[in-house]
């Protein structure tokens, strides 16, 4: 069977996606790579030599493409996404889906109709810290899934988030749509529904106060990048604009009737994430994120601190975020190639995405419980169904 072939459509940060979507001989090849930043376009020419390298989404179309993977800044997804899919190309759109709700629903119903396959990337569904905690909440060991608390250590936060567009609301919404996407999206997943009432509380506590600030439109987040660049207080050439929150807590109620709470906070020392989950017969935490790190169980009666009565090892992988990114990809391309369900889900990432959009609301205003949007029901269930009769790369 031949490569696939692939298109990417912006080549910055996430790159490495793209990279490793390039398997000659093996599956898929990056045939062309769209980007208006002539920097971007000289680093895929070097990455990918045989590929069309162009400014223009239509020329890229245009190459014979069976698969398109959206790696642009999270407000301009919408657009080259719905014109791949309207083009009747497979779509890989990184997280979030898109940063208006309407976009996502709209996004969703064009896939429908035109039968193109749309994926979506949160690849934190192939983290094996989460995947272990998955397995044990799958195999009954803590009973029924009544709550889960995660926090979230963003210790790279100036660096990452507060430095490029990622600090300018009209751009990302919010950091708790940009970054906690990922965690509503497992805390839905572990908990087997989503969220139906959210209420946040936040504040811009720290970098809104650093005056050094500098346009770095120019440069890549691994230019500036550096564990020196502490404490957050002295962090220096932060965004012209910041306007979004560096510390916010969200509390959720799920349709399956699970309470959860996810709290984010972009000036700690440590960068990594806490997940709690709390069933009818006992509960599940993780010490650490990456490989070596310990997920916790306990499911018999303590009086008082207990040593945890179980403990699993957190797996290596091999690759970005664990190997999450490998399988990933290798996940989509299977997609691409047969359709089916897949671990992610664009219904799931679009549910995110309105949580988190609900609930920067609700942190901007006055903290009240808000209702999130469902999605159609008929837009749900062809998308649980696996996207029947949607098209084939041939």
């Not at 044990?136 to 988030?161: N, Q, S, T």
């Not at 709690?276 to 650490?288: A, D, K, L, M, Y």
Request: with cysteine.
């Amino acid at each position: 069977m031949r490569d696939l072939r692939i298109g990417v459509i912006g080549y910055g940060a996430r790159g490495p996606l793209a990279r490793e979507a390039h398997r000659q001989g093996a599956g898929a090849e990056v045939v062309a790579v769209c980007d208006p930043s002539a920097r971007a376009r000289d680093e895929a020419g070097t990455a990918f030599p045989d590929a069309l390298i162009t400014a223009d989404l239509g020329e890229l179309l245009d190459h014979g493409v069976d698969a398109v993977m959206v790696l642009t800044p999270d407000d301009r997804h919408a657009g080259p996404v719905l014109a791949a899919l309207e083009a009747g190309v497979a779509v890989f759109c990184e997280k979030p889906l898109a940063v208006r709700i309407e976009d996502t629903d709209r996004i969703l119903a064009t896939a429908r109709r035109t039968g193109a396959r749309l994926y979506v990337g949160h690849n934190m569904r192939h983290m094996p810290v989460i995947t272990v905690m998955k397995e044990l909440i799958d195999d009954g060991r803590i009973g029924e899934v009544k709550a889960i608390w995660c926090r979230h250590f963003v210790g790279h936060g100036g660096d990452y988030y507060f430095k490029d567009w990622h600090a300018d609301r009209s751009r990302s919404t919010s950091l708790l749509l940009q970054k906690g996407a990922h965690d509503i999206d497992v805390i839905h997943w572990l908990a087997g529904g989503y969220s139906r009432r959210v209420a946040a509380v936040g504040a811009l506590s720290v970098y809104g106060d650093v005056t050094d600030r500098a346009d770095r439109s120019d440069e890549r987040m691994t230019d500036w990048f550096s564990l020196d660049n502490w404490p957050p207080s002295a962090q220096r050439g932060l965004h012209p604009i910041i306007d979004v929150e560096d510390l916010s807590m969200m509390n959720m109620v799920l349709d399956g009737g699970v309470l959860a709470s996810y709290q984010q906070c972009h000036f700690t020392p440590d960068y990594w994430r806490n997940y709690t989950v709390i069933g009818t017969q006992g509960r599940i935490e993780n010490t650490g994120d990456a490989a070596g790190a310990r997920v916790h169980l306990w499911n018999r009666r303590h009086n008082g601190t207990g040593e945890p009565d179980e403990s699993v090892e957190v797996p290596a992988g091999i690759g970005g975020h664990g190997g999450a990114d490998s399988m990933l990809i290798s996940e989509f391309l299977r997609f691409v190639r047969d359709g089916g369900r897949t671990e992610t889900s664009p219904v799931a990432a679009r549910e995110a995405v309105a949580a988190g959009i609900v609930a920067t609301a609700s942190l901007r205003g006055d903290g009240s419980a808000l209702p999130v949007p469902p999605l159609e029901e008929d837009l749900v269930a062809y998308f649980d169904a696996g996207q029947p009769g949607s098209g084939q790369a041939h």
